[in-house]
T-cell receptor, first 114, second 113 residues
Framework: DQQVKQNSPSLSVQEGRISILNCDYTNSMFDYFLWYKKYPAEGPTFLISISSIKDKNEDGRFTVFLNKSAKHLSLHIVPSQPGDSAVYFCAAGGYGGSQGNLIFGKGTKLSVKP | DGGITQSPKYLFRKEGQNVTLSCEQNLNHDAMYWYRQDPGQGLRLIYYSQIVNDFQKGDIAEGYSVSREKKESFPLTVTSAQKNPTAFYLC????????????FGPGTRLLVL
């Protein structure tokens, strides 16, 4: 049973517009959430994170929103650029005894068209 | 400069052969992790270690083994018992706190001949 779900396998957006990537989770014990960006044949790169005590965290063009009651988080990229085209993974952690371990979603492939 | 290195970038395994993937970090992180990525899948945890000479099984540890003799190093051995080893293997490290971010190496692609 997936504890972290990214229900959209792919997303296509025009350059300059907003990209919104979504992630749902089932375990209310998660207290830390992260987004990673991954290019083919490379390791994931950390983008942005949010603690469960916040509902928004912003870093440049990237903003993560957390809705704890809905167990939902989203990553907004504004404005989207062609170089943002990659697979984005949502991850959750901070639960129970497995300190430091993260649970990853299956990823959403973002394509930003010029 | 600090980071995580993995070697080799590509590795070929013959039937019945054990192969070892290297992972080294100079970030002074206590915790290290091994993940496997298959096409269309997320990252699945194989093994993790939070301290030298100690490690724990992840979700898919069968057919794999690890060691943690030094803080900087966390090699993964893919044994002949792993029947479907073809995948992209990723090593990561983090400071030993529940909310600390994991940083990843560049990955090793393992292929079976």
């Amino acid at each position: 049973d997936q504890q972290v779900k990214q229900n959209s396998p792919s997303l296509s957006v025009q350059e300059g517009r907003i990209s919104i990537l979504n992630c749902d989770y089932t375990n209310s014990m998660f207290d830390y959430f992260l987004w990673y960006k991954k290019y083919p044949a490379e390791g994931p790169t950390f983008l942005i994170s949010i603690s469960s005590i916040k509902d928004k965290n912003e870093d440049g063009r990237f903003t993560v929103f957390l809705n704890k009651s809905a167990k939902h988080l989203s990553l907004h990229i504004v404005p989207s650029q062609p170089g943002d085209s990659a697979v984005y993974f949502c991850a959750a952690g901070g639960y129970g005894g497995s300190q430091g371990n993260l649970i990853f979603g299956k990823g959403t492939k973002l394509s930003v068209k010029p | 400069d600090g980071g995580i290195t993995q070697s080799p970038k590509y590795l070929f395994r013959k039937e019945g052969q054990n192969v070892t993937l290297s992972c080294e970090q100079n970030l002074n992180h206590d915790a290290m992790y091994w993940y496997r990525q298959d096409p269309g899948q997320g990252l699945r945890l194989i093994y993790y270690s939070q301290i030298v000479n100690d490690f724990q099984k992840g979700d898919i540890a069968e057919g794999y083994s690890v060691s943690r003799e030094k803080k900087e190093s966390f090699p993964l051995t893919v044994t002949s018992a792993q029947k479907n080893p073809t995948a992209f293997y990723l090593c990561a490290s983090s400071a030993l706190l529940p909310t600390e971010t994991q940083y990843f190496g560049p990955g090793t692609r393992l292929l079976v001949l």
